[in-house]
T-cell receptor, first 114, second 115 residues
Framework: SQKIEQNSEALNIQEGKTATLTCNYT??????LQWYRQDPGRGPVFLLL?????KEKRKERLKVTFDTTLKQSLFHITASQPADSATYLC?????????????FGAGTQVVVTP | GAGVSQSPSNKVTEKGKDVELRCDPISGHTALYWYRQSLGQGLEFLIY????????KSGLPSDRFSAERTGGSVSTLTIQRTQQEDSAVYLC?????????????FGSGTRLTVV
């Protein structure tokens, strides 16, 4: 069966350090992968999209990698700040004809302490 | 509007009653999606609409669930004869179009509690 796995254990990190989150998937051949941030009581907020033919994408302090051989994406927050504390979700579409059906992982909570 | 608007933000209903949840997408966004999120769980796809095409209803969990989108804008998700397992946060999202270039913009959700 298809699965998207994110570390369910919260990631506690000190301000200024780099947080690295993992998203592993099985039985998908995704056309692309997206990362979202979700704060309590709010809907997810889109952060970054990376396509299957891209190895790395950056946006400000965020970096995403995509390894289709390992079936894994890594999400990095550099120089982390307390305001980065949230749950981060990865999402992917199985094929180009199912773009409307983004499947989401359960998310990893990040806690950045001053 | 500036964002995706959902109403009500909270709904408590008795088991067996019908409920309607409303979503107002960003103006000009042709694609609209419904997901639900149970406590501590990931988002579960329910249905999406793209322009005038027939909606993809493959994620609706039972025939008690239905959704429509009028005039390519506002959408209503209806749950008939609600059950306790329907309790969740129902999230609506929209995007400029369907496809890889477009991230979703989500509303804040409707928290449904069936008692």
């Amino acid at each position: 069966s298809q699965k998207i796995e994110q570390n369910s254990e919260a990631l506690n990190i000190q301000e200024g350090k780099t947080a690295t989150l993992t998203c592993n998937y099985t039985n998908y051949s995704p056309a692309y992968l997206q990362w979202y941030r979700q704060d309590p009581g709010r809907g997810p907020v889109f952060l970054l999209l990376i396509r299957e033919n891209e190895k790395e994408k950056r946006k400000e302090r965020l970096k995403v990698t995509f390894d289709t051989t390992l079936k894994q994406s890594l999400f990095h927050i550099t120089a982390s700040q307390p305001a980065d504390s949230a749950t981060y979700l990865c999402a992917l579409a199985a094929t180009t004809d199912s773009w409307g059906k983004l499947q989401f992982g359960a998310g990893t909570q990040v806690v950045v302490t001053p | 509007g500036a964002g995706v608007s959902q109403s009500p933000s909270n709904k408590v209903t008795e088991k067996g009653k019908d409920v309607e949840l409303r979503c107002d997408p960003i103006s000009g966004h042709t694609a609209l999606y419904w997901y639900r999120q149970s406590l501590g769980q990931g988002l579960e796809f329910l249905i999406y609409f793209q322009g005038n095409s027939a909606p993809d209803k493959s994620g609706l969990p039972s025939d008690r669930f239905s959704a429509e989108r009028t005039g390519g804008s506002v959408s209503t998700l209806t749950i008939q004869r609600t059950q306790q397992e329907d309790s969740a946060v129902y999230l609506c999202a929209s995007s400029l179009s369907l496809g890889e270039n477009y991230g979703y913009t989500f509303g804040s959700g409707t928290r449904l509690t069936v008692v």
